[in-house]
């Protein structure tokens, strides 16, 4: 009976001390989350959708969120565009125009890569994509996207 009742005490004590353990790693998820969000601009979701080559910028940039880069409907120029994109932390995601031959250099120090469906993922990823044809076509898009923690996507438009 004395080796029961031990026995008891020590599965009670081990179950307190992973309730315990359970709700301090909740605590500090939570404050992990709240420091995120509080950051300057907290997480936001953006779409930019230029239609014109006067509309595109050089280079878009996030904090914490998801933003897409949506180029689909873009009529490129020819020669070479170059377009910089980068989220320190979430996603980002570009849709290139259908018919554009595409160069994508992309990195992420800690998530995946997803590049016209080439992936990759894990820590300090880098992948660079040159479609075939790049160089002789008329008209070229070329990108530079990175993310510090999250996921780049690049995908072609309908």
């Known amino acids: ?22 709700v301090v790693a909740g605590l500090v998820i939570s404050r992990v989350v709240g ?25 878009y940039e996030l904090g914490v969120g998801a933003l897409e880069l949506n180029l689909e409907d873009l009529d490129l120029p020819d020669g070479t565009t170059e377009v910089e994109a980068r989220v320190d932390d979430g996603a980002l995601t570009v849709v290139v125009p259908r ?36 160089e002789q076509s008329q008209r070229r898009l070329s990108l530079e996207l990175s993310v510090d923690t999250g996921a780049v996507s690049v995908q072609r438009g309908q």
Request: no cysteine; net charge negative.
């Open 99 to 134: 018919n554009a031959s595409v160069r994508v250099d992309a990195e992420a120090e800690n998530g995946a890569l997803g590049i016209l469906g080439r992936d990759s993922s894990g820590e300090d990823v880098e992948r660079n994509y040159t479609q075939e044809g790049y």
């Open 35 to 59: 420091a995120v969000a509080d950051r300057e601009g907290g997480v936001q979701v953006r779409t930019e959708q230029p239609t014109s080559i006067e509309e595109l910028k050089d280079s």
């Open 1 to 22: 009976m004395n080796q029961r009742r031990v026995a008891l005490i020590i599965v009670a004590a081990v179950v307190l001390l992973l309730l315990l353990a359970a």
